[in-house]
């Protein structure tokens, strides 16, 4: 199945199933196990420019790290337990219609589990750049959640080619070395 008709059924089925939906649940992508990946993933590669600290901003307990992805400026739950970074179909949409993803992103899917316990099917991404502060990493594995509010995750697909990470609590920023 092309990727570009799996990306169209799953834009479907998730539009119907949030429209019918009576509230959202606040969600967190945990990956599990892959159920289909079309290539292998792609070699990352970071360039580092020195120690970078980041400004994060706190909302309602949360810290949110200013990120680029493909070029395109977001912000970022920084979320140490999630598997990857994660993004709803709402942003996966935009960066698509912008052309900062394309079909040959798509690398196949996968089951994740949420916040509350079940087990649901999304779309993996590589993103070929992501930026925060002057630090760059090349082709991170990044998940699609099926909901079209889920929020934004700065998971551990990012996180952990960074090496050292510190957070000042009291300065709110994020150091990483």
């Not at 551990?156 to 990470?165: H, P, T």
Request: hydrophobic share 40%.
């Amino acid at each position: 199945m092309k990727i570009r008709t799996l990306f169209t059924i799953l834009f479907v089925i998730i539009l119907f199933t949030d429209c019918t939906r009576s509230r959202r649940l606040r969600e967190t992508s945990i990956p599990s196990a892959q159920t289909e990946r079309t290539e292998p993933v792609a070699n990352s590669r970071s360039v580092r420019h020195g120690k970078t600290i980041v400004k994060m901003r706190k909302l309602g307990g949360v810290y949110h790290v200013p990120c680029k992805i493909n070029g395109t400026e977001m912000e970022f739950i920084f979320d140490t337990g999630a598997s990857d970074i994660t993004m709803s179909l709402t942003e996966a949409l935009f960066l698509y219609k912008q052309g900062k993803l394309t079909d040959d992103d798509f690398i196949g899917t996968q089951q994740y589990q949420i916040a509350d316990g079940s087990i649901h099917e999304g779309a993996v991404v590589i993103l070929r750049k992501v930026q925060i502060g002057s630090w760059e990493l090349d082709n991170v594995q990044a998940s699609i959640v099926d909901n079209m509010e889920a929020p934004l995750l700065l998971g551990q697909s990012a996180l952990a080619k960074f090496g050292k990470i510190s957070i000042d609590y009291n300065k709110n920023e994020i150091i990483f070395e």
